[in-house]
């Protein structure tokens, strides 16, 4: 399967922890963004990569959470000093550039307990 | 950031055919219409796009009005394992982000 993968898949982490996730994007697709989802909501854009290069970050993306996509290949998104309120479902896309943007993607998501 | 109206929740019968409509009164001209399904305890799934014209593909079509500012997503004949939240929204696909509302809940009975 060359799908969009995630890892881990649940995470359950005590307040004031560091959690850092995995996202590995279909192989040839350069463009890879990052979604919150909680319950009952519609997922909420959090930041975008093409290539290495972080193009835009949501103002929902505090200062605790940061984002990386070394090698324009697979992205970590690193949240630290965890709070209650980051417990939610965080969600990888990827798509092509020059191809329809909005046909993005989506892995099986990384579930966020903070306790 | 693209605000659209949907129905919270939809009712169809297996087989029958399912109409999903959507309000986007501010959308300008260049903007795309997409729509994305997510089923339970899975990430969202692209279902189809379009501009002006009326789009069909393997898994649905897509009508959008002659002013765009509503658009309606059709299953031609829903089965069980169509039953997901629908998701409409709209962008110019220059940044490549997707504004999701609350969506549709569609339910499918045999």
């Known amino acids: 399967d060359t799908g969009v993968s995630q890892d881990p898949r649940h995470k359950i982490t005590k307040r004031g922890q560091n959690v850092t996730f995995r996202c590995d994007p279909i192989?040839?697709?350069?463009?890879l963004y990052w979604y919150r989802q909680t319950l009952g909501q519609g997922p909420e854009f959090l930041t975008y990569?093409?290539?290495?290069?972080?193009?835009?970050k949501s103002r929902l993306l505090s200062n605790r959470f940061s984002a990386e996509r070394p090698k324009g290949s697979f992205s970590t998104l690193e949240i630290q000093r965890t709070e209650q309120g980051d417990s939610a479902m965080y969600l990888c896309a990827s798509s092509v550039t020059g191809g329809p943007t909005y046909e993005q993607y989506f892995g099986p998501g990384t579930r966020l307990t903070v306790t | 950031d693209a605000k659209t109206t949907q129905p919270n929740s939809m009712e169809s019968n297996e087989e029958e055919p399912v109409h999903l409509p959507c309000n986007h009164s501010?959308?300008?001209?260049?903007?795309?219409i997409h729509w994305y399904r997510q089923l339970p305890s899975q990430g969202p799934e692209y279902v189809i796009h379009g501009l002006t014209s009326n789009v069909n593909n393997r898994m649905a079509s897509l009508a959008i009005a002659e002013d765009r500012k509503s658009s309606t997503l059709i299953l031609h004949r829903a089965t069980l394992r169509d039953a997901a939240v629908y998701y409409c929204n709209y962008g110019s696909g220059n940044t490549g982000k997707l504004i999701f509302g609350q969506g549709t809940t569609l339910q499918v009975k045999p």
């Open positions: 501010t959308i300008s001209g260049t903007d795309y």
């Open positions: 192989s040839e697709h350069n463009r």
């Open positions: 990569f093409q290539n290495e290069a972080q193009l835009e």
